[in-house]
């Protein structure tokens, strides 16, 4: 099986990580959960509902739709949390990336574990730049998130792509597939990792203060 692999680049300044990753992390994840399965005999199950929120951003003019399972946003905003306190504390000039693998599990013989195959995984590439003063900050708000407004219609063509997805599972196999830990949404397998890279491109924050200084010279 191939590993399909998707990147995503946004720049932000700091108070803006955490907003604009939970948006693209949580667009994913809408588009890869389902409801919670109900099985009534081997292979034969009805799907539930998988309920939605409307979430407006503070620091980015942006809305974005989030399942509206509270337990999977408590896994998500955890480790966007980590990932932002990390990139803060590095030291670095404040480059990072979180990884989103979705996986199947394949079952092995005793004594050895499971295999876990990842069959999609989104890399989103986070570049923080400084500002220097609210002018500029407003504007970056702004174009933060017609950026990301274009990131989640990318994310949406990509998903909506006739590629491989695991089949639907028997009952005896669904956690080889799905999630099935939470109460009411049922996501496909997936693990959320990050790195924080040690410096900064100088084309990536130039793009952006060039931007910047272009809209306020109109």
Not at 30 to 51: D, P, Q
Not at 164 to 177: A, F, G, H, I
Request: with cysteine.
């Amino acid at each position: 099986m191939n590993c399909r692999s998707e990147v995503l680049e946004v720049t932000v300044e700091a108070r803006q990580v955490e907003e604009a990753m939970l948006a693209l992390l949580h667009t994913i994840l809408l588009h890869r959960s389902t409801g919670k399965f109900h099985y009534k005999k081997e292979g034969t199950y009805s799907i539930g509902t998988v309920g939605t929120l409307d979430i407006d951003c503070d620091f980015i003019d942006f809305t974005f739709v989030r399942v509206s399972s509270e337990e999977l946003d408590r896994v998500i905003r955890k480790a966007v949390s980590e990932f932002k306190d990390a990139l803060s504390n590095s030291g670095s000039d404040g480059i990072g990336q979180m990884s989103l693998e979705f996986y199947q599990k394949k079952k092995s013989r005793w004594p050895f574990s499971d295999e876990c195959i990842p069959w999609e995984v989104w890399s989103i590439k986070v570049n923080v730049v400084n500002l220097a003063n609210e002018q500029e900050r407003q504007i970056c708000r702004e174009k933060v998130g017609e950026k990301l407004g274009e990131k989640v219609i990318n994310v949406v063509e990509v998903i909506n792509r006739h590629e491989y997805l695991p089949k639907m599972p028997t009952q005896s196999e669904v956690d080889n597939v799905f999630d099935t830990s939470l109460k009411d949404v049922q996501p496909y397998l997936y693990k959320i990792t990050y790195q924080i890279t040690d410096s900064l491109g100088t084309s990536v924050s130039t793009t952006m203060r060039r931007l910047i200084k272009d809209t306020l010279a109109l």
